[in-house]
Structure formats: C-alpha cells, structure tokens
C-alpha cells in the first residue's frame, strides 16, 4: 500500500509540474503581409516566439508582415514608450532643468539631478523602487500586473527617498523614466497620457495607440503568453507609465518612425550602434519589441511579438537584410 | 537573468534534488528531518522560478530540461512519501 501512494504522489507531483510549467511555443506558419518579408521573419523566428509582426522602412516605402498577426494587431510596446517620454522632453527643452526646479524636493538626493540624466538613465536612481518586492515575485510566477496600483505620488515619493549609486554612470531604471514623464506632466500642469496625446497620437494619427492607464485596457484586447503558454494580465501601469506602459499596433508604429526618421531621433534615451542606428527594445510579461531607426540612411525596423522571447535578434536580421 | 545563470541555477537545483533523492533512498532519518531535507532540497527551485519567469524558458533553458527537473521533483516526493509513510514517531 506504502508503495502505491507514494508511486501515486510521485507521478501527480510530477504531473502538476509539467503542467504549471513551462509550454513549447512556436512561431505561427500563417503569413501576413508581404511575403518576402513576412518569409524573413519566419526564417528568424525561433522557439519561444508565437506571433510576430514587423516593418520595414527603406527610402520611404514601408513594408509590413507578420507570422500569425499583423500590422493592425495591438502589442504592448514595453519600454520603447520610453523613446516616446524622451521625445516629449526634447520638444519641451528642458533637458537640463533639475528635479528639484519642478517639485519641491528639498533634503533629497534627486533635487539637483537634470531631467536629461533621467532620460539617459545616468542619474544614479535604482532600476525600481516603491514596489513591494514580494508583488515582484508572485506577479512574476502568476504573470500578473506588477505595477497594479501605482500612481504618480508613489512614483515620486519613492524617487524621493531613494538612495543614488553611481550617479553619472549608465544604469538602466525604470523608476527615472517613470519620474521625468510624471515630472513632464507637472511641469505642463496636465498628465502625462495628454502630453503624449499632444505630442505624438494626436498629430501622427496614431488612433490604435493608447496608454494602459488602470482599467484601460478591454477584456477581450490581446493578451501576451507566458512561457507556460498562458495569459499574461495586461501591464496597467499607472505612475510608471512613462517607463513602458503603452500598446500599439505596427501601422501606427511606422508612423512614429517615419516621423523620427524626418525629424531626427532626440538624442536622449535611444542606444547608438556603431552605425549610427538607434534602437530600444521592450518588454512586458508576454511581450517583446524592438525598434531600430536610422535617419543617415533612412531605414527603420520594428518587430512585436506577443511572448517575452526576445525579438531584438529578429529586428537585426531584418535590418541587416534590407536590400 | 543570463542565459549562464539559468543553467547555473537548473544545474544546482536537479543537484540539490538527487542529493535530498539520495538522503531520503538511505534512510534512518526522522520524519522530520526528512521533511526538511525535502524541503530544502527544492529551495532553489523558488529562486529559479522566481528568475526565469521574467522571461521566458523556453529562451534561456529547453522545455525538456524542465520535464527532466519535473520528473526528479515526482521522484523526490515519491520516496519522501514512502519514507514518512515508513517511520514510526519516535517516543
């Protein structure tokens, strides 16, 4: 009897590990869009990607394709809104204006760091902060909404009382990004999704982009999948929107690069290859993404795929490809 | 977490594990030393699945690399189970 129960044991833990655990996923065989581009993608594509959607911008013909979506589906676009904060703070000039000429931040750390070293991540501020870090391990197994309940206060009250390390050199923090778009907002004396509206949706018509403010996305918008093959909650993020918290879709994203391509990338936030190509990639729970620009020769590539699998390596085949 | 550290964390897991494996396959031990040394044996597995789920397994480890962690975990419990199924309390 002994034997049995513990054979019995063995196999439902066993059993309910497969289960709960990791899923093979593989690219969609659905083409989209052009075919030769949409067969490019397919020859990058590895396992652990699902659905993947791309374009291409060469001499000002754009080129969409996609393995199972394409340029009209939504993808949380991670921390590439990044590039987007950053573009809002060249077009507002104050790059070198202190945090503490913006909100009262006397007796902390941050008062005198610019708005520019929270752009390029050079402020000394951590990566996160003002998340409880047991929120950032069940959200993590669960693939829930990390930043569920965030508002801008928080946002700020944890920058103000965070310790700086290292202030000068390149650390990557969401919590800077987070700050500089909310410190944006106060100083415009609105929120920062009008400041996006204003600078960017608005004027490039980019209707199917919005903000994932809390409760803004619907429940039947496309979920990411997490490596077990489920469903990721949409990342609302509330304070720390600035940081990553918009979807799009590949149609309007091209807009977005044409415009950097005619009007030159704010040299703030973006990586620089030796080349000259900027880039910034993002990612959610159960999304990834990669945007490449380059005004010299006037291409851009970006590619959205809807699992964490990184895509950055399938934005550079494309990019290297481009005729 | 690196591609290096997921297969350094599985690695020390799946060696953590056919440790506990092979304290539990000895015997002698209480109930509730074998229960702890269970337990210990899969703490890693928290780490690990802490870390690899800010991105995904299938891009840093292969899927079956997991079923291979799976299947030790089910044998883990097995023999624990048959052990403390097994020992009588002491008195």
């Known amino acids: 009897m002994r034997y049995l129960i513990a054979i019995a044991v063995g196999l439902a833990v066993t059993a309910a590990a497969v289960l709960l655990g990791p899923a093979r996923i593989t690219p969609s065989t659905q083409h989209t869009g052009d075919p030769t581009l949409a067969a490019t993608l397919a020859e990058h594509a590895t396992t652990g990607h699902h659905r993947l959607a791309a374009f291409t911008i060469d001499g000002g013909e754009t080129t969409f394709a996609g393995l199972g979506a394409d340029e009209h589906d939504e993808f949380e676009i991670g921390s590439v809104t990044k590039t987007f904060t950053a573009g809002i703070l060249a077009d507002r000039g104050l790059e070198e204006t202190t945090v503490g000429e913006i909100i009262d931040a006397s007796g902390s750390d941050i008062a005198d760091i610019t708005l520019r070293e929270l752009a390029d991540h050079t402020s000394g501020l951590p990566r996160l902060a003002g998340l409880p870090w047991w929120t950032m391990f069940t959200t993590a197994v669960t693939g829930g909404n990390p930043y569920a309940g965030i508002t801008r206060e928080n946002v700020i009250d944890a920058a103000l009382g965070a310790p700086l390390s290292d202030r000068g050199e390149y650390s990557y923090s969401n919590l800077g990004s987070a700050l500089l778009g909310q410190l944006l907002a106060i100083e415009a004396d609105t929120t920062y999704e009008q400041l996006l509206a204003g600078r960017y949706l608005e004027p490039l018509d980019m209707a199917d982009t919005y903000p994932m403010a809390d409760g803004s996305v619907s429940p039947d918008a496309p979920r990411g999948l997490l490596s077990t093959g489920d469903r990721a909650e949409p990342w609302e993020m509330g304070g720390y929107l600035p940081a990553g918290g918009l979807r799009s879709t590949p149609a309007d994203m091209a807009r977005y690069a044409t415009r950097l391509l005619e009007d030159g990338v704010p040299d703030l936030a973006w990586g620089v290859d030796d080349d000259g190509t900027r880039r910034h990639n993002g990612g959610t729970y159960g999304f990834s993404t990669t945007l490449l620009v380059n005004p010299e020769t006037g291409r851009a590539v970006f590619v959205a795929g809807d699992t964490e699998h990184d895509v950055e390596t399938v934005a550079d085949a494309l990019h290297a490809e481009l005729p | ?91």
């Open chain 2, 1 to 91: 977490m690196s591609v290096y550290i997921a297969w350094g964390l599985v690695v020390f897991l799946i060696l953590s594990v056919l440790q506990s494996i092979r304290r539990a396959l000895r015997g002698g031990q209480s109930r509730r030393t074998l229960l702890i040394d269970a337990a210990l044996g899969i703490l890693p597995l928290a780490v690990l699945v802490g870390g690899l789920t800010t991105m995904s397994w299938n891009t840093a480890l292969p899927v079956p690399v997991w079923w291979i962690t799976a299947g030790l975990l089910g044998v883990l419990a097995g023999v624990v189970t048959f052990r403390v199924l097994h020992v009588r309390v002491a008195v």
